[in-house]
């Protein structure tokens, strides 16, 4: 079987005009474009819709524009894909500053802080462990109601109560400290 020849420089280019047309592309619409632009005095690849037709048979136009859409497609969804990545890293660094910032602060002042932010701290947590693609249990209460009890919690224990999250178990103060 014979090689096909390669694509004539005016093929390539009627090929590359072709493409460009987008969707609506269609090769009487090339041969009235390259009709008008001869006119103007502009050099084209030809003026007849018949030669077009053979060289998009002859060298797979339909196939090739195929092809290249969704070459071009991958790429985007490529892009989109790193453009998501890193957005999530930077909000993952958002989440643990702001996380760290809640932690020390709730370390530093009384159980009502703790109270009035702990469904704050549960939710960037959770959104946390949800963009470090970490699986958590479907629910985590944590019951932190009662100032006497808020008030007296160890470093540790506040840490655990962050944490608990994550393990998807509960810890206490006794098993924290160990």
Not at 20 to 47: F, H
């Amino acid at each position: 079987m014979p090689k096909p020849t390669p694509e004539t420089p005016e093929a390539l280019q009627a090929f590359e005009d072709f493409y460009s047309m987008g969707e609506g592309r269609s090769l009487r619409k090339l041969a009235g474009l390259y009709r008008g632009r001869s006119a103007d005095g502009q050099a084209v690849p030809t003026k007849r819709e018949n030669t077009l037709g053979d060289w998009s048979a002859r060298w797979g136009w339909q196939e090739r524009c195929k092809q290249r859409i969704a070459e071009e497609a991958e790429s985007q969804r490529m892009a989109l894909r790193e453009r998501v990545k890193r957005h999530r890293e930077r909000l993952l660094g958002a989440i643990e500053v702001d996380s760290a910032r809640l932690i020390e602060r709730l370390r530093n002042t009384s159980g009502e802080v703790l109270a009035q932010d702990a469904g704050s701290l549960e939710k960037l947590t959770k959104l946390y462990f949800q963009l470090a693609e970490e699986p958590l249990a479907e629910r985590h209460d944590v019951n932190l109601s009662e100032k006497d009890a808020v008030d007296d919690l160890p470093d540790a224990e506040l840490v655990a109560i962050a944490g608990r999250a994550r393990l998807g178990q509960e810890t206490t103060a006794e098993g924290a400290g160990d």
